[in-house]
C-alpha cells in the first residue's frame, strides 16, 4: 500500500509529459501548416511571374520577324529572359 502514491505520482508525470509533448508538437504541426500555405503561395506566384515572362518571350520572338530587329541582340534578350525563368523554377524548386 505503501507503493501506491509513488506509482500515481509516477503516472501522473508520465501524463504530464505526454500532455507537453502533445502541445509542443501541435505546436509545430502549426507552424509547418504556416509555412506550407507561405511556401504554396510564393510558388503561386512564380508561376505567375514564369507565365508572364514566357509570354515576354514569345512578343519579343514574334516582334523579331516582323521588325527585322538584329538577330544577335533578340538571341540576347531571349537569354536574358530565359535565365529569368530558369531563375524562377530554381525557387520554386526550392
Known amino acids: 500500500m505503501e507503493m501506491l502514491p509513488l506509482i500515481v505520482e509516477g503516472i501522473e508525470n508520465k ?20 509555412e506550407r500555405s507561405l511556401q504554396e503561395e510564393k510558388i503561386r506566384q512564380l ?3 514564369i507565365l508572364e515572362m514566357e509570354d515576354q518571350m514569345n512578343k519579343l520572338k514574334v516582334s523579331k520577324v516582323l521588325t527585322g530587329k538584329d538577330n544577335l541582340q533578340a538571341r540576347h534578350q531571349i537569354n536574358e529572359l530565359l535565365r529569368e525563368i530558369e531563375k524562377c ?3 520554386l524548386n526550392r
Request: aromatic share 8%; glycine share 0%.
Open 15 to 34: 501524463i504530464k509529459k505526454i500532455v507537453f509533448r502533445t502541445q509542443q508538437l501541435s505546436k509545430e504541426n502549426q507552424d509547418l501548416k504556416n
Open 47 to 49: 508561376t505567375a511571374k
Open 89 to 91: 523554377y530554381v525557387l
